[in-house]
Structures are given as C-alpha cells and as structure tokens.
C-alpha cells in the first residue's frame, strides 16, 4: 500500500505561482511513477503531468506545457509540481497518484491508477 498526502494548494491571483507537494509513505517512492491529475467543478478528472521514477522522464497535458514542471525528490520520498502563470482555468482539486507504469498516466488510462491522494484546491482568481 502507498499513501499519497497533496499540499501546498490554496487562493492565488492569476499570473501567480503555486508549489503543491505530494509525500508519499508506505511503498519504496522510487519504483513508482508519479503523477498529477486535476478536477475542476462539473468537469472529469483530467491528466496534467507525470514523472517516471527515476525523474528522467516527464510528460505534461498541453494546457501547462511551458507553464507546469514536475520533479521528484527520491531521497525526501516528496513528489513536486511547480506552476506559474498561473490561469483562472487551471482552478481544480489536484490529486497526486501513484502507478507502477509511467504509461498508465494518460487521460484515457487513468483508471488503471493504483494509489491516489485525496486531494488539494487550487483557486485562480481573475
């Protein structure tokens, strides 16, 4: 069992910068995949980034390209999304998830995810 524990949401201005952090416990961090999925009020969850788990590997959704950056922190057993510029549309609850396979983090495999955290609120305002 992993237990995936979000931080760092909370109220910013858009153009801002946020850090979440995700710890995890329980399994060894560094043989999992991480990820972050998001879900804004009346929409479905979507994909927004993934590290696999050495941290050589990332992918990002198209709408943070450019504006999100995943890293891993093995040794702290913490995975990180930094994001800026920050957009009112980038409101959501994020989840932090956890996969053996870095291809499970897909919008149409997410599913299949094994561990997910419960969650932080990200507020964008205008």
């Known amino acids: 069992q992993v237990q995936l524990v979000e931080s760092g949401g909370g109220l910013v201005q858009a153009g801002g910068s946020l850090r979440l952090s995700c710890a995890a416990s329980?399994?060894?961090?560094?043989?999992?995949?991480m990820g972050w999925f998001r879900q804004a009020p009346g929409k479905e969850r979507e994909f927004v980034s993934a590290i696999n788990w050495s941290g050589t590997g990332t992918n990002y959704a198209d709408s943070v390209k450019g504006r999100f950056t995943i890293s891993r922190d093995n040794a702290k057993n913490v995975m990180y999304l930094q994001m800026n510029s920050l957009k009112p549309e980038d409101t959501a609850v994020y989840y932090c998830?956890?996969?053996?396979?870095?291809?499970?983090?897909?919008?149409?495999?997410?599913?299949?995810?094994?561990?997910w955290g419960k969650g932080t609120l990200v507020t964008v305002s205008s």
């Open positions: 998830a956890a996969d053996p396979l870095f291809d499970t983090f897909r919008q149409d495999r997410m599913y299949r995810v094994d561990y």
């Open positions: 329980g399994r060894t961090f560094n043989t999992l995949a």
